[in-house]
Each structure stands twice: as structure tokens, then as C-alpha cells.
């Protein structure tokens, strides 16, 4: 069935350094890839999507590229900041249930100043 | 312009009562989503409503479970005599309408969190 993997958290990082978040799937199709934000007591955030392959989602510094060859959605940002201290959660939605969004476990981001 | 409006933020009931949680979509959005999310795990889709309608409650527990979203008023998410392994976050989610792939992503409130004695 359709699934989602993420690299298990937590991720910690000194302010200005680069972030990579591994994200793959496994899913009938091409489904729309997303990544959602959840900072501490909110609900999630829609951060960033891709519709079909090869195509980046951008938003607030943060890049995902839709790579149908290796089945990924890796989050990038080149510089993180304090702020970005959050939980993130690759997801997409199920084939024969679009609405049915299915979560990777989620990875936690920690940034020092 | 408001968002998704859950409440309450918290709530905590002991074991054998009964919790009611709320949701109000936005503004303009006819199909409500409630999600539960345990502990350090992602969240776990639960059931999916129009108005007056439940399209789809494949995720939802079989017993204590029922959720509904009326012509007027919030959707509610009522658990009945809830127990320990009930604690977790519930979230709702609204959206205009679904897309044929699941195109149109779903708006999150901010979540009740549920604890129980």
C-alpha cells in the first residue's frame, strides 16, 4: 500500500547551517507530494508541495524536488534558523482516497543559536 | 480571515466520560477531515465529512467513536466513555473541495489535546 518514510529525528543543527530531511515514498501513480510544519502546541502548516515529477516546491527558504526515479521528496533549506524549530512531516495523498493524507512519523528539528 | 477553529485546545476527562470536540472550518470550505496524531507519531486519518453527510469513516474505532458535521454549526468528534489509550492530539482539516489527485491541500487547525485520568 501507499506509505511514506522519513529519516527519524531529532535533527540538530547550529543556526545557519544546511538541512536535508530524507523523504520517500511508495505509492501507486504520481500522486501530489507535501511537506507540512508543526511548531510546538500549533497544528500543521502546509509548508511546500509538487504536483508531479520533476517539480520543485519553494517556500520560506525550504525546497523539495518531486523525483520519481528515486521515489523521494527530500527537504532542503540552505540556512536554518531558530525559528524553523519544529516537527516535519512529509505526506501524500492516498490514490483511491485522495483525501486521505498519509503522514510520514514525522521529523523533529532542533536549531541552536 | 480566520482559519480552522478547533476547541478546546485541551481537554481532560477521566476514564468512562465523555469528550466532545468541535471544529468550524474556514470560511468557504465544505469538507471537514479529523485526524488523531499519538504521541511522536504522524497523524492518522480518521474520518472525512460534508455537511450532513459522512462520506468516509474508515479510520475511525468501530465502538465509542462518532463524528458528525451539521447543516449549522461546527463538526463535532464525540468519544464516549473514553479510556486512557484515547490521550492523544485530534486535529481537523477543511478544504474547498478534493481534487481529482488529491491536489488541494487541506487547512489544519491547531488541535485538541485530549488527556485522560
Known amino acids: 500500500g501507499d506509505s511514506v518514510t522519513q529519516m527519524e529525528g531529532p535533527v540538530t543543527l547550529s543556526e545557519e547551517a544546511f538541512l536535508t530531511i530524507n523523504c520517500t515514498y511508495t505509492?501507486?501513480?504520481?500522486?501530489?507530494l507535501f511537506w507540512y510544519v508543526q511548531y510546538p502546541g500549533e497544528g500543521l502548516q502546509l509548508l511546500l508541495k509538487a504536483t508531479k515529477a520533476d517539480d520543485k516546491g519553494s517556500n520560506k527558504g525550504f525546497e523539495a524536488t518531486y523525483r520519481k526515479e528515486t521515489t523521494s521528496f527530500h527537504l532542503e533549506k540552505g540556512s536554518v534558523q531558530v525559528s524553523d524549530s519544529a516537527v516535519y512531516f512529509c505526506?501524500?495523498?492516498?490514490?483511491?482516497?485522495?483525501?486521505?493524507?498519509?503522514f510520514g512519523s514525522g521529523t523533529r528539528l532542533l536549531v541552536r543559536p | 480571515n480566520a482559519g480552522v477553529m478547533q476547541n478546546p485546545r485541551h481537554l481532560v476527562r477521566r476514564r468512562g466520560q465523555e469528550a466532545r470536540l468541535r471544529c468550524s472550518p474556514m470560511k468557504g470550505h465544505s469538507h471537514v477531515y479529523w485526524y488523531r496524531q499519538l504521541p511522536e507519531e504522524g497523524l492518522k486519518f480518521m474520518v472525512y465529512l460534508q455537511k450532513e453527510n459522512i462520506i468516509d469513516e474508515s479510520g475511525m474505532p468501530k465502538e465509542r467513536f462518532s463524528a458528525e458535521f451539521p447543516k449549522e454549526g461546527p463538526s463535532i468528534l464525540r468519544i464516549q466513555q473514553v479510556v486512557r489509550g484515547d490521550s492523544a492530539a485530534y486535529f481537523c482539516?477543511?478544504?474547498?473541495?478534493?481534487?481529482?489527485?488529491?491536489?488541494?491541500?487541506?487547512?489544519f487547525g491547531d488541535g485538541t489535546r485530549l488527556s485522560i485520568l
Open positions: 482539516a477543511s478544504s474547498p473541495f478534493t481534487g481529482p489527485d488529491g491536489n488541494q491541500p487541506q487547512h
Open positions: 505509492a501507486t501513480g504520481y500522486p501530489s
Open positions: 505526506a501524500l495523498p492516498r490514490k483511491e482516497s485522495s483525501y486521505k493524507l498519509i
